[in-house]
């Protein structure tokens, strides 16, 4: 009763074009008011939920992301990436991805990758005759790889919600992340071939050494930030608060394009770009207090488990199921409304919670690129000045080597667990 | 406008500051062997007050995720209408926030931080103060048409 009262009021308010936000948090006061339960619950809730160690990790993360633009760092990065692929077919579409992957490293927001890196990206395809809608799509689908490979806000998000740990997850998108990044390059290598992009002349190794000498402390980032995480030095969010002041040290001193007034401005990106997040993860705190204590989350276990006993049956309309809501609504909201409800789920299928969340927040990437709410589509919309329609219809392949990628990780639990077990053990 | 740089430049200070306490704990344990009893909690207090500032800020900055493709397809004095509506709808949730909020900080004025003895209704001040930020910038928004 009261899940169904709070999808429709949300659904309602959104398409209303209320803030997601604000209509995750007015869903759960009315059925808070249906249930005659104290609406004090509202403020205290969204208060508790931010009142978090682990959650400090976002903001630096988003600071690494924002640092590393204004500090001169993807630049470095993609003419790194350039200088090793760009005589193969597909060219700048290579280094696109491997730009995206190596960045990922350092950011934990797809968002912000396609933003940070999409402008240098687009622009240097366009030179070399790729179709701008073509590259637009490409660096959207790319984008999606740098929440999957660590840092990760969407998977703080769910290792807070589910208690799991955020070292082992983010070993565990290393793989899978890698993955994607292989099977858009397979994508981008056909495509090429077939649309006869041409490519640049190979480069020398002189070139090679110089482009891989100026991006040697850009590339160290990563390893500052997880050597820590991994063996159980520092925190994640300490890890993270270690690399922002390594990327503040190389914006001012290593690469000098840094000054007071830039750091200034990071800042307040960082500001703002936290803000949006973190509102929403408080505000559906709410929501995610009246699933639980509504019983939804044991009823749909029971509901699924009496319609199929198949887990392999169960997993397939889990992911198909996340796969359409991507399509239709904002991916921390479906992190925090979904991850509670399909929970027992999991642990009835003897589902290990890292590979859940591994795959589960695979999809709900692809949701970032799905129309016709695909926030990354979004923001590429802006920056390469491309229309909504063109771009989601030069999306669509894009989308098939990632949802490949989505239903191998899903079926295939070592490419996600076997490096987590062995690098920090078996988990208890 | 000088309270536009001011709710700028209190953000960002909190996030310096995040930045600092952060840094500053690692390296007190590590390298002067004396762990920060106190950096954590402060740090954390201090992300929450950000959070709700830059809500406020982005709200003023019309950023805040929305979804306009369902409204977009509407004739224009429909999409007006769809837009106080939603500024509406929002500015209830911000008067609750307001209302219990209050209600919040008065409860806790005398309860103080395990850690660092902070007053709780200081800290959840936040909540109302933000609120009327928040309601500010939605009637503003309405009046002025985005």
Redesign the interface.
């Known amino acids: 009763m009261e899940a169904t009262i709070i999808m429709g009021v949300m659904l309602v308010l959104m398409m209303l074009r209320v803030p997601v936000a604000f209509a995750m948090a007015l869903s759960a006061v009315v059925a808070l008011m249906v249930g005659d339960i104290p609406l004090t619950l509202v403020p205290q809730r969204m208060f508790n939920s931010l009142d978090s160690f682990p959650l400090l990790a976002i903001p630096l993360f988003v600071f690494v992301g924002e640092a590393m633009n204004t500090g001169g760092i993807t630049t470095r990065i993609f003419n790194f990436a350039r200088e090793y692929v760009k005589h193969i077919t597909g060219s700048l579409g290579h280094v696109n991805v491997i730009s995206n992957i190596i960045v990922a490293g350092m950011s934990g927001s797809a968002v912000a990758d396609a933003s940070a890196i999409g402008v240098v990206e687009i622009k240097a395809m366009e030179e070399d005759g790729f179709d701008r809608d073509w590259s637009a799509a490409l660096t959207a689908a790319s984008s999606t790889i740098g929440p999957i490979i660590p840092p990760s806000i969407p998977f703080v998000i769910y290792a807070i919600i589910t208690e799991t740990s955020i070292g082992r997850l983010f070993l565990g998108g290393l793989i899978p992340g890698l993955m994607m990044g292989i099977s858009l390059m397979i994508l981008v290598y056909i495509m090429s071939k077939q649309r006869g992009y041409k490519v640049e002349p190979k480069a020398t190794w002189g070139e090679r050494l110089d482009a891989t000498w100026k991006a040697i402390p850009s590339l160290l980032t990563p390893v500052i930030m997880f050597s820590g995480i991994v063996f159980g030095i520092v925190t994640p969010t300490e890890g993270a608060g270690i690399a922002a002041a390594y990327a503040i040290f190389l914006g001012f001193v290593i690469h000098r394009e840094m000054d007071l007034p830039g750091l200034y401005h990071i800042l307040l990106r960082t500001v703002h770009c936290t803000a949006v997040i973190m509102l929403i993860i408080c505000s559906s705190s709410a929501i995610t207090w009246v699933v639980q204590t509504s019983g939804l989350p044991d009823q749909v276990a029971a509901w699924l488990l009496a319609f199929s006993d198949s887990k392999v049956v169960l997993l397939i309309f889990i992911n198909v199921v996340l796969l359409i809501m991507g399509c239709l609504l904002e991916s921390n909201s479906i992190i925090m409304i979904m991850v509670p409800v399909l929970m027992p789920l999991i642990h009835a299928l003897g589902v290990d919670p890292v590979h859940f969340g591994v795959f589960f927040i695979l999809n709900v990437m692809i949701g970032l690129i799905t129309p016709p709410v695909g926030m990354c589509l979004y923001v590429i919309c802006n920056i390469a000045d491309v229309p909504f329609e063109k771009l989601s219809r030069a999306i669509v392949p894009f989308i098939i080597p990632l949802v490949i990628v989505l239903f191998l990780i899903t079926f295939i639990p070592d490419l996600v667990l076997w490096l987590p077990n062995h690098v920090m053990g078996l988990a208890k | 406008m000088k309270i536009n740089k001011l709710m ?1 430049g209190v ?2 200070l ?3 500051l ?2 600092l306490l ?2 500053a ?2 390296v007190m344990r ?1 390298v002067f062997n004396s762990p920060l009893v106190w950096s ?1 909690e402060l ?3 201090v ?2 007050w ?6 406020v ?2 709200m003023r ?1 019309n ?9 977009d397809y509407l004739p224009h004095s429909l999409q007006r209408g ?2 106080v ?2 500024r509406l ?2 500015a ?3 008067v ?2 307001a209302y ?2 209050f ?2 900080v008065q409860e806790n004025r005398v309860v103080t931080s395990a850690a660092n003895q902070i007053n709780m209704g200081l800290v ?1 001040s936040i ?1 109302p103060l933000c609120s009327i930020g928040m309601l500010f910038y939605i009637i503003r928004s309405v009046v002025k048409g985005e």
């Open positions: 700028d953000a960002v909190c996030m310096a995040i930045l952060v840094v704990q690692v590590y954590e740090a954390v207090y992300m929450v950000m959070t709700f500032i830059g809500s800020i982005c900055d950023e805040h995720i929305e979804v306009t493709i369902l409204v769809a837009f509506f939603s709808v929002s209830i949730f911000w609750i926030v219990y909020g209600e919040l959840y909540l």
